[in-house]
């Protein structure tokens, strides 16, 4: 089993497919790493060769950030952007969505179950 990253990667499926379950790396820069390591796309990761993970291994080392890097340096922004005091930093302070989606409705994934108020009633109209 190939293990790049701290990721073990599915042996039955191919390499570019692969390698894109490592945390930072999509279709682009998967494409891109295998051009790098010259190693077929199309090949499956069972039938890699220690010296292609290794190859796969190095250039990600070399020019990527991945996994555990990657998350921190995420988190790290996002923890400057609520010190800042930024608007988008107090969206996430809140819990709330960051990039200007609707929250009367929908935005459940950000602010979690429905929480009911109580003695909340719709007011007859007077005529």
């Known amino acids: 089993m190939a293990r790049i990253s701290g990721v073990d990667l599915p042996k039955s499926k191919k390499v570019y497919f692969g390698i894109q379950y490592i945390y930072g790396i999509g279709p682009q820069i998967a494409k891109e790493i295998l051009e790098k390591a010259k190693v077929d796309p199309n090949k499956k990761v069972s039938s890699l060769s220690e010296a292609e993970v290794a190859e796969i291994r190095s250039v990600i080392q ?56 109580a003695g909340k009633k719709k007011t007859p109209t007077k005529k």
């Open 62 to 117: 070399g020019d990527y950030k991945v996994e555990g890097a990657l998350r921190s340096e995420v988190q790290q922004n996002i923890k400057r952007l609520m010190d800042i005091g930024s608007y988008r930093g107090l969206r996430h302070r809140r819990g709330l969505p960051v990039r200007g989606q609707r929250t009367r409705t929908n935005s459940r994934t950000r602010k979690g179950k429905r929480k009911t108020v």
